[in-house]
């Protein structure tokens, strides 16, 4: 049913395009016969915006991975860098944050651990939104910043980083199954900024999936119960994610390519000292306003990576294969 509607609402979105951009043709053609310059000009003004829809389709098409179409899971983790990483990592929640509202999309906080003084350790963020995923896949990686410090009293210039996963959104009912028997829950009192419930009682939550070892640690919400259900989703996006690299390592195996680890590597550049800069180190694309890619202005970049993976595919494949 949601691959139903999913389609039906592509479909449903061409059809009501293709009628807009049909009457407003006939529109035109009469406003020019009448010599109505005033419709005309609303008239290609219209034009032009079903122009940009157009274009902006065409690129979702470049979205066909298995789970590009769906939701995703965001989640940011300070690195080297002291206070100053943690600062970092809450410019990032706020960069993605931002991102969400921009394209109308509806941005929740899962689960954030503050940091010692200032910013985030941790935060996992949900961004439900069409092609969510496929356009923030991207974002994967380590992300470094040089900045005039502002938490270093000479005011020197510090570098700091950050590490970013992308999750698409877990269907539990579909195709993930866990074993209870599988699973190891730890529960322990909530520590850092939280009521009296969350401090007093043991209502975090740690999911060990022994078969993977991976672990997922939730305690934002006030009950435990909160704390499990979002764990799970956590846990259960995990697994399908791990699911992907090991399909994709199964395919760069066979064709004798060498496959190098996701995490780890610097994908990012945000430079605001003593110029500014932001450049992404796998599709060369870079932009002198880093103010405005902090403040969620990041679709020029995304839509680069994914271009570039695109030509480097087809770059990849040999004539006649």
């Known amino acids: 049913m949601r691959k139903l509607a999913a389609v039906r609402g592509e479909f449903e979105t061409w059809t009501n395009l293709s009628s ?7 529109l035109f053609a009469l406003a020019v016969e009448e010599n109505d310059e005033t419709l005309g000009a609303q008239l290609a003004t219209d034009l032009k915006k079903y122009a940009h829809s157009v274009e902006t389709l065409e690129f979702e ?12 899971i965001i989640y940011v983790k300070q690195g080297a860098g002291g206070v100053d990483a943690q600062d970092w990592a809450e410019m990032l929640v706020r960069m993605y944050t931002r991102w969400a509202e921009r394209r109308g999309f509806n941005a929740d ?3 954030l651990t503050p940091g010692d003084g200032a910013g985030v350790k941790s935060a996992a963020i949900k961004i439900d939104g069409k092609y969510a995923y496929g356009y923030l896949r991207s974002e994967r990686g380590v992300h470094r910043l040089v900045r005039l410090s502002p938490y270093d009293a000479d005011h020197r210039r510090h570098t700091s980083f950050a590490l970013v996963e992308v999750l698409p959104e877990a269907d539990e009912a579909e195709e993930v199954k866990i074993d209870p028997d599988d699973l190891r829950i730890d529960v322990y009192r909530a520590s850092g900024n939280g ?9 975090a939550i740690r999911l060990t999936h022994l078969p993977t070892n991976l672990v997922v640690a939730v305690q ?6 909160q704390n499990r259900d979002v764990a799970m989703r956590i846990l259960l996006s995990r697994l399908v994610d791990l699911d992907m690299q090991q399909k994709a390592a199964e395919r760069a195996a066979l064709k004798g390519e060498h496959v190098s680890a996701e995490f780890g590597r610097q994908v990012r550049s945000y430079v605001l000292h003593p ?7 796998r599709s060369d694309f870079q932009t002198g306003d880093a103010l405005a890619v902090l403040d969620g202005d990041i679709d020029e970049m995304l839509k680069a990576y994914l271009s570039s993976n695109v030509e480097s595919a087809s770059a990849s494949v040999e004539p006649g294969s």
């Not at 807009?20 to 006939?26: F, G, I, K, L, R």
């Not at 110029?275 to 180190?281: A, F, L, N, P, T």
């Open 61 to 72: 098409l470049q979205l066909s991975g298995e789970y590009d179409s769906r939701s995703a």
């Open 109 to 111: 906080v899962l689960d």
């Open 220 to 225: 934002n919400e006030r009950s435990q119960a």
């Open 195 to 203: 009521g009296q419930n969350v401090q007093k009682n043991s209502t």
């Open 20 to 26: 807009d951009v049909s009457s407003t043709v006939e």
């Open 275 to 281: 110029y500014q800069m932001v450049k992404d180190h």
